[in-house]
């Protein structure tokens, strides 16, 4: 099993200034983490995160870099295939695509396009239809959302195939991803949790007569460094009523570390850790990070 620890910054406003970024993005080169993740907000201080990965790759020999998570939902999908290729192929094969429905914001629903009772039917429809862009040749689909003729991507994408990470935690969100997805990348939840989604995704897979790669099984893990903020706390009730904060959300760099060893141990190894709130020092976090949990890759 193939452990890799990335670091996600979500949609953290200094990702929009070069004088920042940059130097951000060549200490996780350096430093050895795998990969980089950036979420999606139209209305954040944050850049779109194609653009502001794609700026970062171009900084980069090494480092993946992912979605945590782009919005399907309302993209023209052949369009949204080309780009993705086409980052792929000039970072050498070192996109990791991620996608979800977007937040339940009306607001940035209407800017996308979308009906919040149409983006479950829109994702489901658009997830092998991008697949079957980057893999296959002309493609004609006529769907309730998306209709093309002979549409032929060029070029493909370094990968073959390019997985496709589907996050999520209810019973039809794990059943989405075993029957569309490549692999899982859950947040907020316990080791416990995680196994016990494993198995849906799994399940839902076999049902579908597909395979879900088991070094595809990996998390998306907060950690901070004291008192958590209240929009967290909300988080926490909603998601895991009940459970210590702290088994979801562990305390400083030793507490991450164990944190992602218990996960090891119920099968996942690719993770994206999230610091919970502002250090003092960006880098002096991220080396501390790389000190305590870095050791663990293989």
Known sequence: MKIRVGFGLGTRSFTNDRSTFDPFVDSLENLGFDSLWLSERLGGEC???????AYAAGRTK???????????????????????ASLDRLSNGRLLPAFGLGVAD??????????????AKMFNEALPLLKRMWEDGPVTHHGD????????????PTQQPMDIWLGGA???ELRRCGRFGDGWLPSFCTPEMAAEGWKVVNQAADEHERFMDPEHFGVLVPYSHGE???????????????????????????????QLE?????????????????????????EGVAESVLPIQT
């Open 170 to 172: 209810a019973d039809v």
């Open 145 to 156: 959302f998306y209709d093309y003729d002979d549409v032929e991507l060029l070029p493909k």
């Open 262 to 286: 218990r996960f090891v141990e119920v099968g996942a190894s690719k993770f994206v850790p999230i610091l919970v709130g502002e250090p003092d020092d960006w880098f002096a976090e991220l």
């Open 47 to 53: 850049p779109d995160p194609l653009v502001g990965l």
């Open 228 to 258: 958590l903020p209240a929009s967290y706390k909300t988080i926490l009730d909603r998601r895991a009523p009940g459970v210590d904060p702290q088994e979801i959300i562990p305390v400083g760099h030793d507490g991450l570390r164990e």
């Open 62 to 84: 090494r480092m993946k870099f992912g979605f945590s998570v782009m919005v399907l939902p309302g993209r023209n999908i052949a369009v949204l295939a080309k780009e993705l």
């Open 106 to 119: 009306v607001h940035e629903q209407s800017a996308f396009g979308v009906q919040r009772k149409q983006r």
